[in-house]
Every structure is written in structure tokens, then in C-alpha cells.
């Protein structure tokens, strides 16, 4: 293991670490967005769209990642529609991350008790006011498993950006090993810098769920 080595590439793992960072928030933050909407729209059985949504799920969580990346980048330009890189990686972890994030919340929807949705329609509540105060609420707690689990599962998604050409993390490492021929070296920060985004979100997601779990059900 030489260290020099390691020093030397720092600058450009730095910048692979921020890519990765902000590929991975846009992504995410878009996949929470898709999959709170989508999860709500088939929990409560809305006609014709519930069917498209569960279509798009069974479609996105049924092809990998890199065939969608694939399609993105590669085929779309065919029919007029050229984006960057950064924006076809971005669309597919949407595309991706929002099914998966959908059966997360549905999940955690569909575990609010019955009782508690009677006593919101006792109380002459329509269903945007069950969505909003009754079914969201609780159902977003109990979603946190999945919603940790689906978080880190996208992050380490991110390494496959490398294969249309985004300079990320393991993009990085690819690179630098084709050009030096130092696998040992930069393997070795590329597991670092993973580690360094995962474990503290571990750590934050376990207290998170801690605290929902408590304040939701006082144990």
C-alpha cells in the first residue's frame, strides 16, 4: 500500500465524493417526492391512475438500473431527446428510486389501523384530510425501515452511473486504475469514501426510527 499514492489521487476522489453526493440527493430527494404521490394515489384507489402507477413499479423495479441508464443516454437521443449524463443519471435514479420508495410508503400506509381511518371519516374528514393528517402520518413512521433500507440502497446505485462516463466515485476509481495500475491503493479510498456517506447515514437512520417509533407508539 503506498501512500503517496493515495495522497495523490485525493483531489480527484474529493470531487467524485461531491458528485456522488449531489447525484445522490437530487435523485433521492426526487424518488421521496414520486413515491409519497404514487403510494397515496394507489392507497387510496384512485380510478385509472392507480393502474398506470402500479404498471410504472412492476416496470421499474422489474429492469436494472444500468438498462434504464442505457436507454436514457443512449436511446432517447434517437428520438430527439439529448441530455447530459448527470441528467440521464438523476432521471433513473428517480425512475428507479420512486418505485421502490412507492411500496415502501404503501406499506407503511396500509399499516395504519382501520379504527383510526373510521374516526377520521367519523369525523367528516374527505380523503385529502385522512391523506394529510391520519394516513401520512402515521404511515410515514411506520415506513422507515424502508425508507432507510431504499436510501442506501440508491447511494450505492450511484456506482453503476459510472458505466455512461459520470465521474463519481467508483468512475473515479476506474479511471485512476486504468491509467496507474494502483488497484490496491484506490479501491482502498474508493471503500473509504462509501463508508464515509454510509455509516453516518446508518447511524442517523437507526436513531431516527428510534424516535418515530417511540413518539408513534410510546415504546
Do not use: C, H
Amino acid at each position: 500500500m503506498d501512500w503517496s499514492v493515495i495522497s495523490q489521487s485525493l483531489p480527484n476522489f474529493v470531487a467524485g465524493f461531491k458528485l456522488t453526493l449531489w447525484l445522490s440527493f437530487v435523485g433521492i430527494g426526487g424518488a421521496i417526492i414520486v413515491g409519497i404521490i404514487s403510494s397515496l394515489l394507489q392507497y387510496f384507489r384512485v380510478p385509472v391512475i392507480s393502474r398506470i402507477i402500479t404498471a410504472y413499479v412492476e416496470l421499474a423495479r422489474n429492469t436494472p438500473l444500468l438498462i434504464q441508464l442505457f436507454f436514457l443516454y443512449y436511446a432517447f437521443p434517437v428520438i430527439g431527446w439529448k441530455m447530459s449524463a448527470d441528467t440521464a443519471g438523476i432521471i433513473g435514479l428517480i425512475f428507479l428510486g420512486g418505485a421502490y420508495m412507492s411500496e415502501g410508503f404503501l406499506g407503511g400506509f396500509n399499516g395504519v389501523s382501520k379504527s383510526q381511518i373510521e374516526s377520521g371519516k367519523a369525523l367528516g374528514m374527505n380523503k385529502l384530510q385522512l391523506a394529510r393528517y391520519v394516513v401520512f402520518r402515521q404511515g410515514l413512521a411506520l415506513s422507515m425501515p424502508a425508507l432507510a433500507a431504499n436510501v442506501i440502497f440508491l447511494i450505492k446505485e450511484t456506482s453503476i452511473f459510472s458505466v455512461i462516463a459520470i465521474p463519481e466515485l467508483t468512475n473515479t476509481a476506474l479511471d485512476l486504475i486504468g491509467m496507474y495500475y494502483r488497484s490496491n491503493e484506490y479501491l482502498f479510498v474508493l471503500v473509504v469514501a462509501y463508508a464515509i456517506i454510509l455509516i453516518p447515514l446508518i447511524i442517523f437512520f437507526d436513531w431516527l426510527e428510534r424516535r418515530v417509533r417511540y413518539g408513534t407508539f410510546g415504546d
